[in-house]
C-alpha cells in the first residue's frame, strides 16, 4: 500500500470514531502524515468511510486533545507537530487492535505464519517487503473497509483552498 488509508470495519467491536483515531494517531506518529499536512473535512472522510460526520468529528476531537492534529477555522485541519515526549501506549488498545487485525486477517485465509509476516513488514517497511502484493483493496463482504486514502483526498483539499 503506496498511500496512507483509513479503513473501518463494522463487525468490529471496537467503535468506528476509535479505529479512525487510532489509524490516524499511528498515521502521525510514524510520519506518514507529517506536520501541516491537511486532513479531509469531517465531512468528507465520513462521506469516503460511509459513516455519520459526528463519528468522524468525534475521532478528530480526540486527536485534536491528543494534540496530534490541529483545526482553524478557515485552515482545515491540518497534522500538528509531534510532542516532544514519548507517547505511552495503551496495552489494552494494543491489544484489541491485535485482536481486530488478526480476525480480518484470518477472514482473508491468512493462516500465523502470514500474519506473522504481514506485521514484520509493516513494522519495517522496506523496498523488498513481501506485503507488495498483499492489500488490494477489497476488503471481502464482513469487512465494510471504506478505504479513504488520505494522500487523494489530500491533493482534493489542496485544490479547494
Same mark, same amino acid.
Given at each position: 500500500m503506496s498511500d496512507p488509508a483509513?479503513?473501518?470495519? @463494522? @463487525?468490529s467491536q471496537v467503535p468506528p470514531y476509535e479505529q479512525i483515531r487510532a489509524q490516524l $494517531? !499511528?498515521?502521525?506518529? @510514524? #510520519?506518514?502524515l507529517v506536520e501541516g499536512e491537511r486532513l479531509p473535512t469531517v465531512r468528507?472522510? $465520513?462521506a469516503d468511510l460511509g459513516l455519520a460526520p459526528g @463519528?468522524? !468529528?468525534? !475521532?478528530?476531537?480526540?486527536l485534536e486533545a491528543a494534540e496530534l492534529i490541529r483545526t482553524r477555522r478557515g485552515a482545515g485541519t491540518?497534522? $500538528?507537530?509531534?510532542?516532544s515526549e514519548p507517547h505511552a501506549h495503551d496495552a489494552n488498545q494494543l491489544t484489541t487492535l491485535a485482536r481486530d487485525f488478526t480476525s480480518a486477517a484470518? !477472514?482473508?485465509g491468512a493462516d500465523t505464519e502470514d500474519i506473522l509476516t504481514a506485521v514484520r513488514d509493516a513494522l519495517d517497511p522496506g523496498p523488498a517487503s513481501s506485503s507488495a502484493t498483499a492489500d #488490494?483493496? $477489497?476488503?471481502?463482504?464482513?469487512t465494510a473497509a471504506v478505504s479513504a486514502q488520505v494522500t487523494g483526498m489530500r491533493n482534493g483539499l489542496e485544490q479547494q483552498a
Open positions: 483509513i479503513r473501518v470495519d @463494522t @463487525t $494517531a !499511528a498515521l502521525i506518529r @510514524t #510520519s506518514r468528507q472522510l $465520513a @463519528t468522524v !468529528a468525534r !475521532a478528530y476531537r480526540e491540518r497534522v $500538528a507537530a509531534l510532542p484470518r !477472514a482473508l #488490494s483493496g $477489497a476488503g471481502g463482504p464482513k
